[in-house]
């Protein structure tokens, strides 16, 4: 299965990198099924590369999947944004987006309730995320090679 994944610069080696920002999934390597949504992410800051993996599972690691924007995705991604961590090899599911992710962070803060969260959160087109979160998740990556793209 390939798998992509946008950015600045040619990612050969995956890794995991802590940054200063929690992320949906924690901390970990992301990709999507969705080459035009890697596109965006390449593109945010102008030109940019997706770089193309072969995905192969691996049926010892510990994974979580999300298909929707479920109460437990909420819960999770609540979790992970507010710097709790988890034991999940590869977390996959939809993506809290800049807009999605204002209303995360509106009920994490007792802005709205849970109620209004599901109301506002209604996405325009399908996304995906699958992050990478040990080494040996990353294992089952095979670098395939690049595209360079620009918006």
Known sequence: MEVYHGSQVVVKKPEIR??????DFSFGFYCTFYEKQAVRWATRF?????????????????????????????DFVVNCRSGKGHDYDIVEGPIADDIIYT?????????ISREAFWALAKFKYPTHQICFNTEEALKTL??????K???
Do not use: C, P, R
């Not at 030109?47 to 995705?73: A, H, P, Q, R």
């Not at 209303?103 to 802005?111: K, M, R, S, T, W």
């Open 46 to 74: 102008g030109e940019g590369i997706v770089n193309k993996y072969e995905y192969k599972e691996d049926n010892s690691l510990n994974v979580l999947s999300f298909e929707n924007m479920t109460e437990e995705w909420l």
């Open 18 to 23: 802590i940054g200063k920002y929690n992320k």
């Open 142 to 147: 095979t670098f395939k090679g690049v595209v």
């Open 149 to 151: 793209v620009h918006v």
């Open 103 to 111: 209303y995360v962070q509106d009920f994490l803060d007792g802005i």
